[in-house]
C-alpha cells in the first residue's frame, strides 16, 4: 500500500509499483503454485466480484516510464514493512526489481504486536512506511464490507484499516453506494467500476495473491462446510462422525 498517494503524480506511482512486482514469478518460483493469482483487489469468492479483471502486467519498462512521470527520481529509497514471518519474500522480489530501475526499497521487520499498532494508527504520512504489506478477510459476504473499511477516505488510521490513507472522490461515492444495497445487477455494476478504478486506474495496493484452504479432514467426518471469504472458518456445528475411519 504505497503511502503519499494523493494528486495525479501519487497515481502514476502506484501504478508503477504494480508493474515492478513480479506476481507471476512469485507465485510459481517462490509460492510454488501454493497460493492463487489475484483479480484485481476484490477476492474472486466474494458477492460481485469481477474476475474478468486483471491485474498489471510486470513490465519495468513500463514501470520506469510511470515512476518518470511522477517525478519520482532514481535513488529514492522507499521504505517497505512487514511483520515477522510475514512478507519478507514479497518485499525482496520488490526489492530486486525496483532496483534494476533506480529505485531502493529498504525493508523494515517488525514484531506482529508493533505492525499493528502502526497499521492501525493515526500517524500522518511522513511517519508511515511507504508501503505495508498485510492480508485481509471480510466479515461477511457483501462488497461494502470489503471495500469501506479498506479504500474509504472516512477508513483511515484508527477508523478503519486504509493504512496507506488512500484517497478517491469517484470511489468514496460508489463505496457509500453499496451501504445496505441488495446483492443485484446494480450493485455489481457499481461493485464493478469501483473494482476498475482500484485495480487499474488509481490503484491503493499491489495485489499479491489470494489464499486458497488447505485442510485435512478424516474420512469419517461429514458436514464439513467452509466459510467462503474468512480463512480456516468452520460451521462447527454441522460437523459428525459417519464411521470408524477407513484403516
Known amino acids: 500500500?504505497?503511502?503519499?498517494?494523493?494528486?495525479?503524480c501519487g497515481t502514476r506511482a502506484?501504478?508503477?509499483?504494480?508493474h515492478a512486482f513480479d506476481r507471476e514469478g512469485y507465485l510459481s518460483g517462490v509460492m510454488r503454485e501454493t497460493l492463487d493469482a489475484p483479480h484485481g483487489v476484490f477476492p474472486d469468492l466474494l458477492a460481485t466480484a469481477d474476475t474478468s479483471i486483471q491485474t498489471p502486467a510486470y513490465d519495468l519498462d513500463k514501470a520506469k516510464q510511470l515512476l518518470d512521470a511522477a517525478g519520482v527520481a532514481e535513488g529514492t529509497?522507499?521504505?517497505?514493512?512487514?511483520?515477522?514471518?510475514?512478507g519478507?519474500?514479497?518485499g525482496e522480489l520488490l526489492q530486486a526489481s525496483l532496483a534494476e530501475i533506480g529505485i531502493q526499497l529498504k525493508l523494515r521487520e517488525r514484531s506482529f504486536s508493533a505492525f499493528v499498532a502502526d497499521f492501525f494508527s493515526d500517524a500522518p504520512p511522513e511517519k508511515r512506511p511507504n508501503m505495508y504489506f498485510f492480508s485481509w478477510w471480510p466479515n461477511y459476504n457483501h462488497p461494502f464490507d470489503w471495500a469501506w473499511?479498506?479504500?474509504?477516505?472516512?477508513?483511515?488510521?484508527?477508523?478503519?484499516?486504509?493504512a496507506g490513507l488512500y484517497s478517491s472522490?469517484?470511489?468514496?461515492?460508489?463505496i457509500d453506494a453499496m451501504w445496505n444495497a441488495p446483492i443485484d445487477d446494480d450493485l455489481r455494476q457499481t461493485s464493478s467500476r469501483l473494482q476498475e478504478i482500484l485495480a487499474l486506474e488509481d490503484p491503493?495496493?499491489?495485489?499479491v495473491a489470494q489464499e486458497p484452504t488447505h485442510l485435512a479432514v478424516r474420512n469419517d467426518i461429514s458436514g464439513l462446510v467452509l466459510n467462503p471469504v474468512y480463512v480456516l472458518?468452520?460451521?462447527m456445528y454441522g460437523l459428525h462422525r459417519t464411521s470408524s475411519p477407513d484403516r
Open 1 to 8: 500500500q504505497p503511502q503519499r498517494s494523493m494528486g495525479r
Open 14 to 18: 502506484r501504478q508503477a509499483m504494480n
Open 77 to 86: 529509497e522507499l521504505t517497505y514493512t512487514y511483520f515477522t514471518g510475514f
Open 88 to 90: 519478507d519474500d514479497v
Open 149 to 162: 473499511v479498506l479504500y474509504h477516505s472516512d477508513a483511515w488510521g484508527s477508523a478503519g484499516a486504509n
Open 169 to 174: 472522490k469517484e470511489a468514496d461515492e460508489l
Open 204 to 207: 491503493p495496493w499491489i495485489p
Open 233 to 235: 472458518t468452520l460451521d
